[in-house]
Every structure is written in C-alpha cells, then in structure tokens.
C-alpha cells in the first residue's frame, strides 16, 4: 500500500525551490518547523541553504493576508526558467519585492525599490530605482548588466500588473 503524506506537507524540495522562496520571501511567511517559527527572510540563508537545524522539519508555512500582489518573469527561451523575475505584494503597511533568477544567491529581496514603493505607490517610482549588477550572474544567456536591467524591467510590469 502507498501511502501520501498529508497535503499540508510541504515537499522536501520546497527549502531550495525559487518558487516557494518567491511566494514566502515575496509575502512574508513564516515557516513552522518541529521546534520553532522562522521568518521567511532569517530561513533562507542562500541558494541551497536554510536555517534548518540537522533534526529539524518544517511542519506548516504561513502567509500574512495581503491586499494584492503581482509576479513577472522574463523566461529563459530554453527552460522557461526566469532569467529574471519580480514579484510584488502589499498589504496595508508594507511592500515587499522579491527577485528570482538573477542572483547568484538565489531569490532575494529587493529593499530599495520596498522603501521607494512604500515612500511613494508610482510607476516614476519604480523607474526610478535600477537594481546594481553586483551579485548578478552572468553566464551564456546574459551577463550581470543585463539581467540587472531585466529585473528592472520585469519590476516596472510587475507595477503595471498589480495596478490593474
């Protein structure tokens, strides 16, 4: 007999998957684990790392309720993975903005354009902030520049989504 685990568990690939990380950095999760609560942004240390300890499991993850939200990718033409892709959400009192597939850490919050959107709720303001090439990667499909200018990019039609 096969038995599934309930739905609610999450799947062993969920601490390294950019999607999961996009939803939970991009909406302010917290992760519920066998001992303790972790906020999204102290539980994902880097690209395959988690702040789970050796006997640690995650048990549930939670979402705040947040009034809308809005994610753009630009997909690689070969995997449809996204070479860059920006997600945005907000509630009453916060902006958060999540990248995906650009950094060489993984998924990442992006703090600036947080702090322009949540100064000021504009499509100037987003065209404003350009996120910096360092800590972009760069390989066959683009170097660090031009990713960066696709986050950019991908942050303005997220914007333009969101504000539909």
Not at 80 to 94: H, L
Not at 127 to 150: F, Q, T
Request: with cysteine.
């Amino acid at each position: 007999m096969i038995r599934r685990p309930p739905r609610s568990t999450p799947k062993p690939s969920s601490a390294a998957s950019d999607v999961y990380k996009r939803q939970c950095l991009g909406l302010g999760a917290t992760i519920r684990t066998n001992k303790r609560e972790i906020s999204a942004d102290d539980f994902f240390i880097s690209l395959f790392e988690t702040a789970l300890e050796e006997d640690e499991i995650v048990v549930s993850i939670s979402f705040p309720i947040i009034s809308d939200s809005f994610y753009m990718k630009f997909p690689n033409p070969a995997s449809r993975y996204a070479m860059a892709g920006v997600f945005i959400s907000k509630n009453t009192s916060e902006v958060r903005v999540a990248v995906t597939g650009a950094s060489e850490n993984g998924v990442f919050r992006w703090t600036e354009m947080e702090s322009s959107l949540l100064n000021d709720w504009s499509k100037s303001s987003v065209e404003d902030v350009k996120l910096s090439p360092e800590g972009i990667m760069s390989d066959i499909h683009g170097n660090s520049e031009y990713r960066a200018n696709l986050a950019n990019i991908m942050a303005i039609r997220a914007f333009e989504g969101i504000n539909e």
